[in-house]
């Protein structure tokens, strides 16, 4: 650069001619005109630049391409020559750039040589800062190790350390909240030197282990002591057993734990010591009440009282200082219903029920004694979980109470023929299944299925027994001169109503067919004692009676007296019908005989027809008669009748069919020639229904 400008400097001194280097730069166009040139491809290069401004515009002026070619190249020239003539005017200035960029050189050199010291510099403290670096994550290391060694020395140390305080309490202290939580940490220890193998193998362990062991072996004793003391307790009389055992053993429970855990054979000790003692004292509970309890039965019935058998036997006799109240509720169900309403009231206290003077049926404290023993086992099942942690121990305790109610039970049933009473039974027995698994508690399930299974073949040999006295019945001993309803009777529709009644919620068939088979054999023994009477009208009479209080007495259990009141009702329906033919043939035999075969012979063309003389001596013996024999009609059927208002339906059916009657004979007078002449001797039917209402209007 710097030897151009010189090169300048010496032209300017010189003169520098530019018509020198202009005449060099001319062109000759003779040079291109002798060469052979080819227009191959011309058309499609001129298509292709036919959008071109400046060929469009050279190839529309008709200019010729050389001339053209040389007004460039002049133009270029001259251009060229400007540009030297403004490059020659700058070139002070050019030569004052140059001399600052060099100055600008020599700066930089000597920023590059003291960069090039920092960067030495730097590198040299990189190094070093990573040097510290590495030795700082090294120390960390090193801490973080130290610090995890020292947690487990630390943990380690508690876990195997006997203190002073810990052999104090366990050797010296009572048995209180502070010791529990001392035995807790003892039993911490020895699980911890028990649970680790590395533990075992370590030399601090030799000196602690035999401190801890002495420590284990106090620990058994003294809480096996204690915890024997507290079941000695529940030995002692009129302990209350509940509260005893939720105030004060389960605030020890971590004792049973602990022997569990680390006293095993002490364990064992206590589980039977505690076996034990629940045993014989829940036994003596048991037996206790049950010899109370037995003070206060009521016997309701006794072999003898069947529905079949005769009252005036030697039975009435022996029970005579019996309540008349208490043999009633031998078939019906009455009150005793209430104690399944009272199924979950709270059992009796026997010295309270003595001292009032009362007696109850069987069923009362047979639900009782099972109310008691369901909230007794309830208690004791849940202690035993909370307490021992096992159920198991549950049945060895109860195995005692089991045996003594077992004992009871064998000896009362066999001796029972109260088949309400049974009944009644097996329905608290299922209904004490349902409050137990609604508390879910599972422990009497075996034991009151056990129950249930004995009640039904006992219940099944009383209602046979009863069944077997109807069959067996001797007639000539059961029947009475009267047709009002029969004691039988009543038994069976007592006793039926209130098995009914007892099964309405559980719908057994097999009871149901055992009623059927009752039905049955009830039937033939009441048809058998109608027969005994002489007439006809009496036998219907007594079927009547028997049959519309058998009705009643179903009708009182509800709407669940089902086929065997239909039953009854469609006999009652034929009796009654039977009945009322009768009573109208004993007063209207004549009217009755007349209308139903020489009235309906009026109808048959062939058939001979009835004259005046016919029916006059009917008409006036109706005229003269009928009020008063409807009058002996009603005395009847009162006299008849135990059911008042059966015997009012009776009576209005008869009056009924007898205007049935008189109506017939009414048409068949105004159908004979010369019928007329009767008009005045005919009682009008408005008369006959006037009759009717005044009787209707009575009840």
């Known amino acids: 650069m710097g030897d151009s400008t010189s090169a300048v400097q010496e032209n300017q001194k010189l003169g520098f001619d530019l018509g020198v280097f202009v005449g060099d730069l001319a062109v000759d166009e003779d040079d291109a005109s002798g060469d052979d040139i080819s227009l191959d491809g011309l058309r499609e290069e001129l298509e292709e630049c036919k959008d071109d401004l400046e060929v469009a515009n050279i190839l529309s002026k008709g200019t010729k391409l050389r001339e053209y070619t040389k007004g460039v190249e002049n133009n270029v020239h001259q251009v060229e020559l400007d540009s030297i003539q403004d490059y020659i005017?700058?070139?002070?200035?050019?030569?004052?750039?140059?001399?600052?960029?060099?100055?600008?050189?020599?700066?930089?050199?000597?920023?590059?040589?003291?960069?090039?010291?920092?960067?030495?510099?730097?590198?040299?403290?990189?190094?070093?800062?990573?040097?510290?670096?590495?030795?700082?994550?090294?120390?960390?290391?090193?801490?973080?190790?130290?610090?995890?060694?020292?947690?487990?020395?630390?943990?380690?140390?508690?876990?195997?350390?006997v203190s002073p305080r810990m052999v104090d309490i366990l050797y010296d202290g009572e048995v209180n909240d502070e010791y529990l939580k001392t035995l807790e940490t003892l039993s911490k220890k020895l699980k911890f030197v028990e649970a680790d193998s590395l533990v075992k193998a370590s030399k601090a362990l030799k000196d602690v282990q035999p401190e801890l062991?002495?420590?284990?072996?106090?620990?058994?004793?003294?809480?096996?002591?204690?915890?024997?003391?507290?079941?000695?307790?529940?030995?002692?009389?009129?302990?209350?057993?509940?509260?005893?055992?939720?105030?004060?053993?389960?605030?020890?429970?971590?004792?049973?734990?602990?022997?569990?855990?680390?006293?095993?054979?002490?364990?064992?000790?206590?589980?039977?010591?505690?076996?034990?003692?629940?045993?014989?004292?829940?036994?003596?509970?048991?037996?206790?009440?049950?010899?109370?309890?037995?003070?206060?039965?009521?016997?309701?019935?006794?072999?003898?009282?069947?529905?079949?058998?005769?009252?005036?036997?030697?039975?009435?006799f022996l029970r005579g200082r019996e309540p008349l109240k208490n043999r009633s509720a031998v078939f019906a169900l009455g009150d005793r219903i209430n104690v399944l309403k009272e199924i979950e009231q709270p059992a009796l206290i026997p010295h309270i029920a003595e001292a009032n003077s009362q007696k109850y049926p069987y069923e009362v404290l047979f639900r009782s004694l099972h109310k008691l023993l369901m909230d007794t086992a309830t208690s004791e099942y849940l202690f035993c979980d909370d307490f021992f942690g096992e159920n198991s121990i549950f049945y060895e305790i109860f195995a005692g109470p089991f045996a003594v109610i077992d004992e009871h039970f064998n000896t009362v049933l066999p001796n029972n023929y109260d088949a309400i009473g049974i009944m009644l039974m097996i329905r608290i027995i299922h209904q004490h299944q349902l409050i137990m698994f609604k508390r879910r508690i599972p422990c009497l399930d075996s034991y009151l299925d056990k129950v249930n299974i004995s009640l039904w073949p006992r219940f099944k040999m009383v209602f046979d027994m009863h069944l077997n006295s109807l069959r067996n019945a001797d007639v000539k001993t059961l029947w009475e001169s009267d047709v009002h309803p029969h004691y039988v009777m009543r038994r069976y529709a007592e006793f039926t109503?209130?098995?009914?009644?007892?099964?309405?919620?559980?719908?057994?068939?097999?009871?149901?067919?055992?009623?059927?088979?009752?039905?049955?054999?009830?039937?033939?023994?009441?048809?058998?004692?109608?027969?005994?009477?002489?007439?006809?009208?009496?036998?219907?009479?007594?079927?009547?009676?028997?049959?519309?209080?058998?009705?009643?007495?179903?009708?009182?259990?509800?709407?669940?007296?089902?086929?065997?009141?239909?039953?009854?009702?469609?006999?009652l329906k034929s009796n009654i019908s039977v009945f009322v033919e009768e009573l109208l043939l004993e007063h209207f035999s004549d009217l009755i005989k007349f209308v139903k075969t020489r009235a309906s012979e009026d109808t048959s063309p062939t058939a001979e027809k009835a004259g005046v003389s016919d029916v006059e001596p009917l008409v006036k013996d109706f005229a003269s008669r009928w009020k008063g024999a409807i009058e002996l009609m009603h005395k009847d059927i009162i006299t008849s009748f135990s059911n008042f208002l059966s015997g009012m339906d009776i009576l209005k059916s008869a009056l009924t069919q007898l205007l049935l009657y008189y109506t017939r004979l009414s048409e068949s007078v105004k159908g004979i020639p010369g019928g007329s002449a009767l008009n005045k001797d005919l009682v009008s039917i408005s008369s006959i229904l006037y009759e009717i209402k005044k009787y209707s209007r009575t009840f």
Do not use: W
């Not at 002692?236 to 602990?258: A, E, G, M």
């Open 213 to 316: 062991e002495r420590l284990r072996q106090k620990a058994v004793s003294k809480v096996f002591e204690f915890i024997v003391q507290k079941l000695y307790a529940l030995r002692k009389p009129k302990t209350n057993i509940q509260i005893l055992q939720q105030s004060v053993l389960l605030k020890y429970k971590y004792v049973i734990t602990f022997l569990k855990e680390h006293g095993k054979e002490i364990y064992a000790e206590v589980r039977a010591a505690y076996v034990d003692t629940m045993n014989k004292v829940l036994s003596a509970h048991f037996r206790a009440y049950i010899q109370a309890m037995e003070k206060l039965q009521l016997d309701i019935a006794s072999p003898s009282d069947l529905i079949g058998v005769d009252t005036r036997s030697s039975g009435l």
């Open 89 to 161: 005017k700058e070139s002070d200035n050019l030569v004052l750039l140059h001399d600052q960029i060099r100055d600008c050189d020599n700066i930089l050199s000597q920023m590059e040589t003291l960069l090039g010291g920092f960067q030495a510099e730097i590198g040299s403290i990189s190094s070093e800062i990573k040097s510290l670096q590495e030795k700082s994550m090294d120390m960390g290391l090193k801490l973080k190790n130290r610090k995890v060694a020292e947690s487990k020395l630390t943990k380690f140390v508690e876990d195997i350390i």
């Open 497 to 571: 109503a209130s098995l009914v009644h007892l099964n309405v919620e559980h719908g057994d068939g097999q009871l149901d067919l055992n009623l059927e088979r009752l039905r049955m054999a009830v039937d033939d023994l009441l048809v058998k004692l109608a027969k005994t009477f002489t007439k006809p009208k009496l036998q219907t009479v007594f079927l009547i009676n028997n049959y519309d209080m058998t009705i009643a007495i179903l009708k009182e259990a509800g709407a669940e007296g089902g086929k065997l009141q239909m039953h009854f009702e469609d006999l």
